[in-house]
């Protein structure tokens, strides 16, 4: 039998999270991300939009890394190219939302999925007289970029913050959820990031390079606490939170999408198979399961995906102001 404290968490997962956060290194410029977070949540909750006050999601994008050093020179990784996070929050802001984008450092970021890979080398180019102009190829792309990039962010509609480790990212989560309390149902979270389920806590991690000398490396890797349902009761606990579900096999996929609506008590959970992720994605409520699809090669499945979102949102919004 579980035991659960007032707000719904079970008294071992509050155990695993007191740990977590307690032996974590110390979060850099946390003081800063903080005064960043405060000044974005004010300015946009004294926005209102077309149908009430300005929503504000928080998008999670990328995976989250676990050093093995402390001095960290080798790692554990997730898989994830911040496609989905970045898309989304084109898409968000287009919805009239803001956005908080807390994505993993050299992931796909807003507005910048039609640019090569190295865009500064491969989008410009030298002049005779040694002015830098767009390599033609790249105007529109280039274009798109810095204009859709440059509304959002000047207009106080974005705010990006960045993180490597499993550390980083549970930490800046904890202060964005916490800061965004005050927005009540008007706040959404949208976890696409892939976090780590295992870690080596930091008081077991060996401070330096660990030596190949020594010979085969044995690790015990301690159990990530499932954030979900902290973030779902603790931290946010009238916002409209959204996760994801990713798996290889379609049967798995839908079971486990289910369970982690009940047992995380997610609004919605998005299932998607990592074959198909950029085609169709299953979106999972309590009304039932709804596949998702792109309209055609050239459109993203996220356009039809954060419409359902944003009208689901928009019910439960209603709901709890009634
Ligand atoms: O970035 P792309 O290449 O475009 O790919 C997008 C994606 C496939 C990564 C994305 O669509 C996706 O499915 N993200 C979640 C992947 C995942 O790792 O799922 P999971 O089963 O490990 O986690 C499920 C949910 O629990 C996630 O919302 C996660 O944020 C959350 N979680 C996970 C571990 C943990 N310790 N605490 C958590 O809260």
Redesign the pocket.
Known sequence: MDVVNMDGVDVNTSVQVKSFFDSAPALKDATGISNKLTQFIDKNSSLSGSEGPRRVVCV???GTTVPLEQRCVRYID?F??????ATSTEYFLKAGYSVIFLYRRGTCQPYCRSLPDDPLLECFELTNDSSIQVHEPYSEAVKIAISGHHEAVSGGFLLKLPFTTIFEYLQILRLIATSMKNLGPNAMFY???????FYVPWESMAIHKIQSASGPLDLRLAQ?????LVLRKEWAPTAFCV????ETDKEILLEKAGN?LKRYKMHAVVA?ELMT?KEVVILVTDSGQVSVHRENDNSDVESPLIKQLVEKHSSYIKEINT
């Open positions: 999670t994008s990328g997730n994830s190219s911040g496609h989905r996070g976890s696409a990031a892939a976090v780590s389920d990530v606490p499932k954030m979900l996760s994801f579900k990713l982690a998607n992720r």
